[in-house]
């Protein structure tokens, strides 16, 4: 009992420093010790999706995406969205849009596909995606959506839209 | 002279929304519980 009871110690307080780093921004750290974690428990999924956030956040697109490979060999969890959003970093913009395929259409994956139309030139298919979102009250949406509306040449409908928001 | 002011057209600014939506996890459950619970577990 006591040797089992050992490595669960050890991760809470991995835990509580893994969260310390969180909090600092500290994010190369937080990368670290997600690994300490992992060493000790392979499939623990708390861990697994603190590093993909840390990588990410500290602009090491790379390696997230290399780490999402060697996680979906070993694991079940979805890590689409975020390889989605890898892709769109690199550019891979229909590897990216390919990712999002079969994902429940919420905020996030919405935001990240009407980015991705913006980038393709897809402006109306990413305006349409915009107007879906316009009731989900998000940070800063109209200037995505302005640029959206400008882009595809419907500059008229932008006081219509800012004031609807 | 001096010459007019002039709007010059540029490309309008898009934001990495997205980015914002990637967060950690809630590690609350998952840190070191206070020193109450542990003297409490010990002498039940």
Not at chain 1, 34 to 54: F, M, N, T, W
Not at chain 1, 106 to 120: G, K, V, W
Not at chain 1, 131 to 156: C, P, T, W, Y
Request: net charge negative; hydrophobic share 45%.
């Amino acid at each position: 009992a006591a040797a089992a009871a050992a490595p669960a110690v050890a991760i809470e307080d991995l835990f509580t420093s893994l969260n310390r780093h969180i909090q600092r921004s500290e994010f190369d750290l937080a990368v670290k010790v997600s690994d300490q974690v992992l060493s000790i428990a392979p499939g623990d999924e708390d861990a697994i999706r603190c590093k993909l956030v840390a990588l990410i956040k500290n602009d090491s697109i790379d390696d997230a995406l290399s780490a999402i490979q060697e996680f979906s060999k070993k694991s079940s969890i979805d890590f689409s969205f975020f390889k989605a959003y890898c892709l769109y970093r690199q550019n891979k913009l229909d590897e990216a849009l390919e990712s999002l395929k079969g994902q429940e259409g919420n905020s996030a994956t919405m935001l990240l596909e009407s980015q991705i139309l913006f980038r393709l030139g897809k402006m109306d298919a990413c305006v349409d995606v915009y107007q879906k979102l316009q009731k989900s009250k998000i940070d800063s949406l109209e200037i995505n959506f302005v640029a959206g509306l400008v882009s595809a040449g419907r500059a008229s409908e932008v006081q219509g839209t800012m004031d609807s928001l | 002279f001096p010459p007019a002011f002039q709007a010059v057209p540029r490309n309008p600014i898009v934001l990495d929304l997205a980015y914002n939506s990637i967060e950690f996890p809630s590690l609350e459950s998952r840190m070191k519980k206070d020193k109450k619970g542990f003297i409490s577990r010990l002498w039940g």
